[in-house]
T-cell receptor, first 112, second 112 residues
């Protein structure tokens, strides 16, 4: 158990819908990362937050957004969902920047 | 831009044989280096890391990796493969002042 909690574990939704994925980082970790993993794209970095502020942005679509709250948990919002958005979404956290990250178990999103 | 290459998207070894998974990075300044393992339907788990100091790093489950600056490599080895080692392995780097960069992954199969 990495200490990073992601909910829900599985999510099935229809195209065009909006979903919210939640991540609770390890106790004391200030940095949160979001990744998307699909069979054809591999592990894609989406976005990183550090102590409530956006620090880095990767290949995140405009239909996707995220935030980190004062209690340091984070949410990833995916809207206008398409079939191609079906993937595993991972959250990871680290104590500070530039150090190892610990991954949650992921949320498997299926868009039908 | 920083990149990480992993030679061989799929590696097969016999049980008891040496495991060698290759990782090379592109950076003129040595980054922090990591190996992660992902078992089916699970998140990524940190195997080992190199930041500074001794270039031979030991990790969990009998794995080790050696940082070779002259070769910009960080290959992962294990003397004797076990069936439970079958998984996806990711090499990752953190270049100075930058964010995580993950390699594409290598799927390790262990044959009886």
């Amino acid at each position: 158990d990495s200490g990073v909690t992601q909910t829900p574990k599985h999510l099935i939704t229809a195209t065009g819908q909006r979903v919210t994925l939640r991540c609770s980082p390890r106790s004391g970790d200030l940095s949160v990362y979001w990744y998307q993993q699909s069979l054809d794209q591999g592990l894609q970095f989406l976005i990183q937050y550090y102590n409530g502020e956006e620090r880095a942005k990767g290949n995140i679509l405009e239909r996707f957004s995220a935030q980190q709250f004062p209690d340091l948990h984070s949410e990833l919002n995916l809207s206008s969902l398409e079939l191609g958005d079906s993937a595993l979404y991972f959250c990871a956290s680290s104590v500070i920047l530039d150090t190892e990250a610990f991954f949650g178990q992921g949320t498997r999103l299926t868009v039908v | 831009a920083q990149s990480v290459t992993q030679l061989g998207s799929h590696v097969s070894v016999s049980e008891g044989a040496l495991v060698l998974l290759r990782c090379n990075y592109s950076s003129s300044v040595p980054p922090y280096l990591f190996w992660y393992v992902q078992y089916p339907n699970q998140g990524l788990q940190l195997l080992l890391k190199y930041t500074t100091g001794a270039t031979l790093v030991k990790g969990i489950n009998g794995f080790e990796a050696e940082f070779k600056k002259s070769e910009t490599s960080f290959h992962l080895t294990k003397p004797s493969a076990h069936m439970s080692d079958a998984a996806e392995y990711f090499c990752a780097v953190i270049p100075p002042g930058q964010n995580f960069v993950f390699g594409p992954g290598t799927r390790l199969s262990v044959l009886p």
